[in-house]
């Protein structure tokens, strides 16, 4: 069984709805095993700035699935939430990226893990080390709470999702 934590957000309709059914559709998926799920955590977009806040869970899972397997999945996943890619980096339904695989390290022309900008988003390594205060950079070696984004703010606690036991 391999470990991988992703990130999930959303900043557009019901925030905290679509987060619950991204949540709920991983766990339909056969090879995924939902372990835990962050505190949700609300931060201002990145990128484009002239949208909604965004929240923000990150959630660890058991797989049997493949990198690619399981980057399919997140894809299907927002698709089927109403994601459009049409701004980079802006608003969405639904976003779910691979964040770690493992301690791997996976470099390919659909695939980077761990997730090429995650050591610079405090709303992604916050939720991150709540569930995993030791987590080290499998490329760097560094744990993930020494890096300097978890020093830069505006990242609020937003509550926790009530999805039922895990």
């Known amino acids: 069984m391999n470990t991988a934590f992703l990130s999930v957000g959303t900043n557009m309709g019901d925030r905290e709805a679509y987060l619950k059914l ?8 056969e090879g995924i095993q939902l372990v835990e799920t962050s505190s949700i955590y609300e931060t201002a977009p990145v990128g484009v700035t002239d949208q909604a806040d965004f929240l923000n869970i990150v959630v ?47 470099e390919s022309e659909t695939l980077s893990v761990p997730h090429p900008r995650m050591r610079e988003r405090a709303f992604v390594l916050i939720p991150l080390t709540e569930l995993a205060p030791e987590c080290t ?3 760097t070696g560094r744990q993930f709470r020494d890096e300097p984004a978890m020093q830069e703010g505006g990242v ?8 039922g036991r895990l």
């Open 22 to 29: 991204a949540i709920a559709s991983l766990r339909e998926m």
């Open 60 to 106: 660890r899972l058991a797989t049997t699935l493949a990198p690619l397997e399981l980057l399919a999945v997140c894809q299907r996943i927002e698709q089927e939430l109403g994601r459009e890619r049409t701004i980079r980096w802006g608003p969405r339904t639904a976003d779910l990226d691979i964040l770690l695989y493992n301690d791997d390290a996976i």
């Open 137 to 139: 950079d499998p490329v």
């Open 156 to 163: 609020a606690l937003w509550g926790s999702l009530e999805v």
